[in-house]
């Protein structure tokens, strides 16, 4: 893999979810390092994308490719997506009844690494990174999302990403139901993820996610496509002068 | 072992389970009886145990029984008719198991053995070819200790022998023969199975194993087994193992009487296994006086045709009984599982759960009763069913009885039949894991509440089975 080579490359992405299109034409290309924010309002398909992007099967590409580190993974099932090294950080992520959360995180870090990783080595870096989160220890033994709030489940994602260390991940309304001090802590978890050989991408209705999370790109979502990017600045000028202000741009870019 | 050894052992020794020791030249010198079920085999049977005549005669009573009482117009109608009692030896296993060598035991098992990683000798043992764990030095440690609390463990053919005033006041009292076509059958032929008694005040600590004994006959075609425990004692028993059981036997019909005395605890534990061969028609039941707490906690993987329902009779004030139990029915298994509650004084309260998973076109079954007799005033009953279908081919029904004739009592019912949900193996999938590994997650996390129940050791190798199922590796 070049340098040059984009991490994710998205191309004119068509995707249907039981035959109702809903993205239309998708174009995104991420590079190692970067952060990108999508943006949009509710039903605009942005969910669509990131649940496309991680393979979940009722999402059906029906045009275009996206290609990850290079190859079109189109055709890979979600585990051997996550196994490439991608990762979603869900936003009504579902209760799994019995599983307990470490026995959930180990193996699923033994899936992505590939290998397992020796208890007591395990218990240290996840003690470690539950205490970055804020993430209190008798939470190990409950069962995965069963009776969590929308804040520890918002914290438990960040927490597995932050043990698989996925090469993108990609967050989806990982700001939705915070308060302040949360959205805080799961913030610096997301920067956390940030390296030069990583890149994220958020996906988020809101402006102040933004605040904590500097993306270098923000991309405007509307009817299941991409309409407008910019810089980090495009996303203050979203909060100061809303959704239609970018449709009306393109509304008369269109008629003129 | 010599041949000859044996053979003395053989004939010296008829009651114990000389059948698993795997010698290969068979039929010079065992008995072997002829095909369908006579007086004459029955009293055959005796005569080589040498029995007291007041056993042979609770068989001889038994056999009639059973071959009046018609076959059960419920459960299963095609499978139950479909045994042929003619063709099945009764006191035949000697030769039957004899026959049998490491070499005979089917691929599909000895690969599941592999994949669970189960010792060599364990396997022998499982598979009926050799008599039992080579741990027994280990063993013997326990047995002593067991012995020095007053504990009697023994297999029941040798508890008859040396304890038959205790035998004799309690064998048949739970379960009479006359209770079912197959607890008759039972009371007819059966041989081997355990015989615990645990004296009063006597809390063993360690889940007592069959392998524990001395020439245990662990896994009989029709084994009996009785439990008593003493005032405020209490006793673990655990029967079965979660590797599959090879037999070449097509019928198992089990007994199992417990007795809880007043204050006592009973809890016993079965993981059955069974090759996919077997029909496993047992019956479980337990008396508990005040006070006391009896629990089944029960897993049914294996057979072709299980019909179980473990039952606890709440004979005495303040009596508790649970039942805990899985099953797991693949392609071409029927498990028709549930539970029994009788509620027969004041204030006994009793929980059902039971957990069931159908595949590959299998069938599992809920069938409980629940009765509360008049004056059983201030009784709690609770079930709770819930059966998780993996393809739309497999079938899951719940029939549940609930006869209550006093008012004042609290009774509850909560059934829910599921499927896989695509939302919880998309996540687990996004996090790595593959469709089987996801799948058996959930399945585990779904039968949680069973497995946290077992010894860990149980608990381990029943995930991994469950993962081996899921992957379509287990034959």
């Keep these: 893999m070049t340098a040059k080579q984009p991490l994710l490359s998205v191309q004119n992405l068509h995707v249907k979810v039981e035959d109702k299109e809903i993205l239309k034409g998708v174009d995104l290309n991420i590079y190692a390092g970067e952060v990108h924010a999508i943006m949009g309002r509710n039903g605009s398909g942005k969910s669509t994308l990131s649940y496309t992007l991680i393979g979940h099967p009722r999402y059906v590409v029906t045009e275009g490719k996206i290609l990850f580190k290079g190859v079109d993974i189109v055709e890979m099932t979600p585990d051997q997506r996550a196994r490439n090294g991608m990762a979603l950080a869900f936003q009504y992520p579902v209760a799994i009844p019995g599983v307990s959360v470490s026995n959930f995180l180990r193996a699923s870090v033994k899936a992505i690494r590939g290998k397992d990783v020796p208890v007591k080595e395990f218990r240290q870096e996840l003690k470690a990174q539950m205490k970055k989160l804020g993430v209190a220890d008798e939470f190990l033994g409950r069962y995965i999302n069963d009776g969590f709030s929308g804040g520890e489940k918002k914290r438990i994602e960040i927490l597995q990403l932050a043990l698989l260390k996925p090469a993108l991940a990609v967050l989806d309304e990982t700001d939705s139901g915070l308060d302040i001090d949360a959205l805080k802590i799961v913030s610096e978890g997301i920067n956390n993820l940030s390296n030069p050989e990583t890149a994220i991408l958020l996906i988020t209705h809101y402006q102040r996610i933004l605040n904590y999370v500097e993306p270098q790109f923000v991309h405007v979502f509307q009817d299941g496509r991409i309409v407008k990017s910019g810089g980090g600045e495009l996303s203050k000028e979203l909060e100061a002068r809303g959704y239609d202000w970018v449709l009306q741009e393109l509304t008369s870019s269109a008629v003129s | ?475």
């Design chain 2, 1 to 475: 072992m010599s041949a000859e050894l044996i053979q003395d052992q053989t004939i010296g020794n008829i009651g114990n389970d000389y059948s698993q020791y795997g010698f290969q030249d068979k039929e010079d010198y065992i008995f072997k009886s002829g095909r369908g079920l006579t007086k004459e085999i029955v009293t055959k049977i005796s005569e080589m145990k040498n029995e007291p005549e007041w056993m042979l005669k609770y068989r001889l009573r038994a056999l009639d029984i059973f071959l009046k009482k018609p076959m059960p117009r419920w459960g299963n109608c095609n499978l139950l008719d479909s045994i042929d009692f003619e063709n099945i030896f009764y006191f035949v296993r000697s030769s039957e198991k004899s026959a049998k060598n490491w070499d005979d035991v089917p691929e599909g098992i000895k690969q599941t053995f592999d994949r669970l990683g189960i010792p060599e000798a364990e396997r022998k043992f499982l598979a009926g070819v050799t008599a039992q764990y080579e741990s027994e030095v280990v063993y013997h440690s326990i047995r002593e200790d067991l012995l020095a609390q007053g504990v009697i463990f023994l297999d029941m053919d040798s508890g008859l022998r040396e304890h038959e005033d205790i035998i004799r006041k309690h064998f048949g009292t739970v379960i009479p023969a006359a209770d079912n076509k197959f607890s008759a059958l039972n009371s007819a032929v059966w041989s081997g199975g355990s015989f615990v008694w645990v004296p009063e005040g006597v809390k063993i600590e360690i889940p007592l194993q069959a392998y524990f004994r001395i020439n245990a006959e662990n896994m009989g075609q029709f084994e009996r087994t009785l439990i008593i425990a003493e005032p405020g004692s209490f006793v673990h028993y655990i029967e079965g193992c979660t590797a599959p059981t090879y037999s070449t036997d097509s019928l198992h019909s089990a007994v199992v009487e417990l007795i809880a005395l007043p204050g006592s605890h009973i809890r016993y534990t079965t993981i059955q296994n069974w090759s996919k061969n077997v029909y496993n028609l047992v019956t479980k039941r337990a008396v508990a006086h005040a006070d006391s707490k009896v629990e089944w906690v029960d897993g049914n993987l294996g057979s072709k045709l299980t019909m179980k329902y473990p039952s606890i009779h709440l004979v005495g004030p303040r009596a508790h009984g649970e039942v805990l139990s899985i099953a797991f029915a693949g392609e071409d298994q029927h498990q028709d599982a549930g539970a029994k509650m009788v509620h027969a004084a004041p204030d006994t309260t009793s929980l059902i759960i039971s957990k069931s998973i159908s595949k590959n076109g299998g069938r599992t079954s809920y069938r409980g009763l629940v009765k509360v007799y008049p004056n059983a005033t201030g009784s709690k009953s609770s079930v709770k069913c819930d059966a998780l279908l993996m393809d739309e081919k497999s079938r899951s029904d719940t029939y549940p009885t609930m006869e209550i004739d006093e008012k004042d009592v609290t009774i509850e019912h909560e059934a829910t039949v599921s499927k896989v949900g695509e939302e919880q193996l998309f996540y687990l999938m996004s996090r790595g894991l593959t469709q089987d590994e996801a799948t058996a997650m959930i399945i585990n996390g779904f039968f949680e509440p069973f497995t946290k129940e077992l010894p860990l050791e149980y608990a381990v190798e029943l995930n991994r089975l469950i993962q081996l199922e899921m992957s379509g590796s287990v034959g």
